[in-house]
C-alpha cells in the first residue's frame, strides 16, 4: 500500500533554503512520476515541480532557478531543494506521486508539511 511521508518542512527566513523529502513506505510502485504541490490558506493547490521516472522535470514559473526537484527511484523517495525562499513561498506543500496502468491514472498524496517563510 502506498503511504507517502514527507519531512523537511519548518520555519526559515527569506532567503534562506530548505530540503524537502518523500518517502513510500510501500516501497510497491515504480510510480511515473513523482512531485511537489502547495497549498497557500486561501488559495488552491498548485503545482511546484514533477519529475517523470524517464527523467524529465516541470517546473512552475515561480519555482525555476530557485527549487530543484530530484528523484531516488531506488527507495522511491523525491526531494525538492528550496534556496532563495520568499514569505510568498509559505504553503504546505504536499508530495504526490502518480501511476498509469493500462491508461488509468492513480494519484496518491502526502499528508502535507509546513513550510513558513519569514520576511
Known amino acids: 500500500q502506498v503511504q507517502l511521508m514527507e519531512s523537511g518542512g519548518g520555519l526559515v527566513q527569506a532567503g534562506g533554503s530548505l530540503r524537502l523529502s518523500c518517502a513510500d513506505s510501500g516501497g510497491i510502485f515504480s510510480f511515473n512520476a513523482m512531485g511537489w504541490y502547495r497549498q497557500a490558506p486561501g488559495k488552491q493547490r498548485e503545482l511546484v515541480a514533477l519529475?517523470?521516472?524517464?527523467?524529465?522535470?516541470n517546473y512552475a514559473n515561480f519555482a525555476k532557478g530557485r527549487f530543484t526537484i530530484s528523484r531516488d527511484d531506488d527507495w522511491n523517495m523525491v526531494f525538492l531543494q528550496m534556496n532563495n525562499l520568499k514569505p510568498e513561498d509559505t504553503a504546505v506543500y504536499y508530495c504526490?506521486?502518480?501511476?498509469?496502468?493500462?491508461?488509468?491514472?492513480?494519484?496518491?498524496w502526502g499528508q502535507g508539511t509546513q513550510v513558513t517563510v519569514s520576511s
Open positions: 504526490a506521486a502518480f501511476t498509469v496502468v493500462a491508461g488509468t491514472q492513480t494519484d496518491y
Open positions: 519529475a517523470t521516472r524517464e527523467g524529465s522535470t
